[in-house]
Structure formats: C-alpha cells, structure tokens
C-alpha cells in the first residue's frame, strides 16, 4: 500500500530542519515503507522542483555528514508540492485530487502532518474533514499534530473537541519530541526489562527524584514565541512532565500505545494538587540576566526562563518521595538527567561517614547530550583504613553502540506512517498535564506575584534555586 505524508507549514523552520531530514535518513536506512511519497502544503507558491531544490540545500546543511548525494537524489523523486492556504477550502479539494492522482486512486496510508503555527491546527483539522480527507474508507488516516497542544487546559481541550469532531482518537498523534530520544524510550527498558532496578524503584529505598532539563542557549530570536510561552508551557507542561511519567508510571501490561498511555496518565492523575501555600513554597521562578533587553521582549516582561518545583505522587510507591523538577535557558550547560538518589544506609558503621556525610547511592539517567547511565556508589579508597569514596558504573551509549544516535524525529514519524501511538501524547494525557500547569501559571500571573530571581548565564539557575533545595537538606545535582 502506498504510503503518503503530507506536512502542512511545510515552508516552515521544522520542515527543514527535522522533518525532512528525517525522512530522508529512514530512506537512507532503507526504514520507509516502499511508495512513500512526501507531500508538502503551505501558502508559498513553490513548483515540485522549486520545493525540490530548496529542500536539497537545507538538508544538505542539517544532515550534515549523513547527507549522500545520491540517495538524497533518489529520495528527492518521492517529494511533490501542493501550494495552499490553510483557510481555503477549494485548496483541500485539489490537494485531495492531487493525493489521489498520486498514488494511483487505490488503498494507501496517509499522514497529515500539523507543522503550522497552533492557531491553524484546528483549522487544518476542520478543513480536512470537511473535504473527507479523514476519511478511512480507502485505507487508514492519521492525523500529527505538532506541540504546543493548547496555551492552557481550557484550549487544549477545546481544541481536543475540534480534532475529535473529524478524527477519532487513534487516528490522532500527538508529538512530543523528547518521546523519540532513545534514552526517553531506554528509560522504559531499563526498569521493565531488567529485574534489579524495579524492587528499589519506591519509596522504601528512594529518598527523591531530580529531573533536570538545562539549556545552554538562550531565547535566540524566538521573543515573540517565548514571551507568550515561557518555560512552563514550552517544557513542562510536554517534555519534563513526559519524563516524570516514566521515571514513575507502573509497569503496563504489554507495550502497546493504550496500556502505555493508561499507565502514564494515571501518572499525572495522582500528582498532589497544588495547594496556594504549595504554589507559594515549592514552585520557583527565574529569568536569565539580559533576557530583558532580548529584541522584542518587553522591558518589564515577568517570562520565566528557568523554573524549578517540587511535586509530590500521591501512590503507594511513592508516598512521601519529592520529584523536583526544574529547567532554564542559558544555564551552564546543555544536559538533560533523571537522577534517581537513594536514602542513606540505615546503619552507618564507618568513622569517615560520622564526622562527614557520605553521599548514598544515586542512579543518573543522562537522557543527553552525553547519553548514559552512572550508578554512583561509595568504594573504599585503597590503603587508607576505611576511608571511602563515591565511584560509578558508567554506561555511555557512544561507547558501547559507537555513536550511533538517531534524531527524535526520525523514530516518531515511522511510528506514525506505521500506525504506532505508543510514542504518542493521549487526549487525556495533555490535558492531565494542563491541569498540573494551569495552578502554576494562574498563580503566577496574580498580582501578588512570587518574584522572578535573575540569574546569570551559565550559572544552574538563581541562586535562591540551590537555597531552596538545600533548605529541604538536599542538593541538586549540578554536574554536566
Ligand atoms: C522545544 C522547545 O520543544 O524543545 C525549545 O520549544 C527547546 O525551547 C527544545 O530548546 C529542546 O529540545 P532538545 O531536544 O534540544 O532538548
């Protein structure tokens, strides 16, 4: 069966970037299902070869050393162009023509891909129903439908209803990148196919959960976007929250998209609300030093560049065990890592930790850039009585599978021309993670507002951040 991809702002920043290397990488791989044809749509008016020519050059750029010539040129045969206007209805009746000529007028697989900006998503969702184009009856549609889903739950789930009112939920993808990162999908191996992690996985043996998602760069020029954004709904709310529900979730009963789903939102769902003390206690806002002075960002602007928050899961694995949580823009390096730290021996029998406190044990998961895992534990230092020091186990991926990382998006946009939602954000699950947000994001814009701390570029966030943790008598984990 034919298989179509049709992105929509494919004129667009991301179509150059991930998209269309991406699929160009699972052509090189040999990975796409064969008679895969990419549709680009968007208002510039670009002939095939037009769209062809500049594809080449931005791909050439961003696949960098993975970029061969010729298969690029082989590749390039199955790119076509259907200019069009997200509003205009005549433009889905010829795209729908043209889809059909395409692939012979028999069965196929189709994607439509949402790469616009958010307001258009519902639109283009209405509009491809209207033409029939979800329709499944000459094979199977999907719909991708790019982040942010909703700037709160009130417009998430109305934009929900609008989807639903022409595409039925398993027709319905919802991306969110971190979800194609190997280590995000390892997270699950490791604590659903090996057997020693899952007894200490709880409460009884955790003491508390980091999650940290640091980024060197700073806003660059995305003011426009950041300012209505902030880091709240531009990495919690999708990314970090993504994260937590695996760290967290109970094993599913088989890997397949529901159970996955099912187990992931529960989640979410046990997350402890927000009381306003809590708000006022564990949640934390920062801005990085000369984020005001950013073209086009407002010289009293209160956006959070950095956040960080404590939050509680109110289960029985893991009753009384914090997750912090915490991001930021321009801090002192680009790591993503989950770090698992475990409660101290119960007995201390060794001197050298009585008069000073010995670090207890602490899983790393370093989701990237240096992909891998570290169990940290104490080793006593070699002829010095029973003094002891922290050492690890350190697994690196580049190591041991010699550097071989796909893009995010490379995973994702198989599983959505093969008809695979395991990787996939569920309705309910955004809007669960909307209800987490939306407290945070209401308390914050009140008028009594909690302060915005500066910190400076390259630090981990305020200062008052690492106050704050160390009142509650721990630390975060600062190391790159
Ligand atoms: C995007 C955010 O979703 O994720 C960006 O909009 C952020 O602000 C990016 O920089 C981070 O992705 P990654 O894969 O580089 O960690």
């Not at 937590?244 to 187990?263: G, S």
Request: hydrophobic share 35%; with cysteine.
């Amino acid at each position: 069966m034919p298989h179509t991809i049709v992105i929509f702002g494919a004129s667009g920043d991301l179509t150059k970037r991930k998209l269309v290397p991406a699929l160009y990488q699972l052509h090189r791989k040999g990975r796409l299902p064969e008679e895969t044809r990419v549709v680009g749509f968007s208002r510039t008016e670009f002939s095939h070869d037009q769209w062809r020519e500049a594809l080449t050059e931005s791909t050439e750029k961003f696949a960098g050393k993975k970029f061969e010539r010729e298969t690029w040129d082989e590749f390039a045969k199955s790119i076509y162009y259907h200019p069009g206007d997200i509003g205009n209805r005549d433009d889905f009746v010829t795209l729908s023509e043209f889809l059909d000529e395409l692939e012979g007028k028999v069965e196929s697989e189709r994607v439509y891909y949402l790469s616009t900006a958010p307001r258009f998503y519902g639109p283009a969702a209405e509009m491809l129903g209207a033409v029939g184009l979800s329709m499944e009856n000459n094979g199977p549609r999907r719909i991708v439908i790019e982040k942010p889903f909703g700037t709160d739950g009130e417009s998430a789930s109305k934009l929900n209803d609008v989807v639903h009112s022409v595409f039925n939920e398993q027709q319905v993808y919802r991306i969110d990148h971190y979800l194609g990162k190997e280590t995000v999908q390892n997270l699950m191996i490791l604590r659903f196919a090996n057997s020693i992690f899952e007894p200490i996985w709880n409460r009884n043996y955790i003491d508390h959960v980091q999650i940290t998602v640091a980024e060197e760069v700073d806003i660059g020029s995305r003011a426009g976007y950041y300012e209505t954004s902030g880091i709240i709904r531009d990495m919690f709310q999708n990314h970090i929250l993504q994260l937590l529900m695996i760290t967290a979730m109970e094993a599913p009963i088989r890997y397949a998209a529901d159970p996955v789903r099912d187990e992931k939102v529960k989640v979410l769902h046990a997350v402890r609300p927000m009381t306003e003390e809590m708000l006022t206690a564990d949640t934390f806002r920062g801005q990085y030093d000369g984020y005001l002075n950013e073209k086009d960002v407002a010289s009293d602007s209160q956006t959070a560049t950095f956040a960080a928050m404590k939050l509680w899961i109110d289960n029985w694995r893991w009753q009384g065990v914090p997750f912090y949580l915490r991001s930021g823009k321009a801090m002192s390096c680009r790591t993503t890592q989950i770090v698992i730290q475990f409660r101290e021996p119960p007995h201390m029998l060794f001197d050298s930790c009585k008069t000073r406190r010995c670090e207890s044990n602490r899983l790393v998961i370093q989701v990237q850039p240096a992909e891998g895992i570290q169990m940290h534990f104490q080793t006593k230092v070699p002829d010095a009585g029973m003094r002891m020091r922290q050492t690890d186990l350190d697994f690196r991926y580049d190591r041991e599978f010699h550097g071989v990382m796909p893009e995010a998006y490379e995973r994702l946009l198989l599983d959505a021309l093969e008809g695979d939602a395991s990787l996939f954000a569920r309705a309910d699950e955004v809007e669960a993670a909307w209800a987490i947000c939306d407290p945070i994001l209401n308390h914050w814009a009140t008028k009594s507002q909690p302060p915005v701390y500066t910190y400076e570029r390259g630090f981990w966030g305020p200062m008052e951040s690492t106050e704050w943790m160390r009142e509650t008598g721990r630390e975060w984990f600062d190391t790159c």
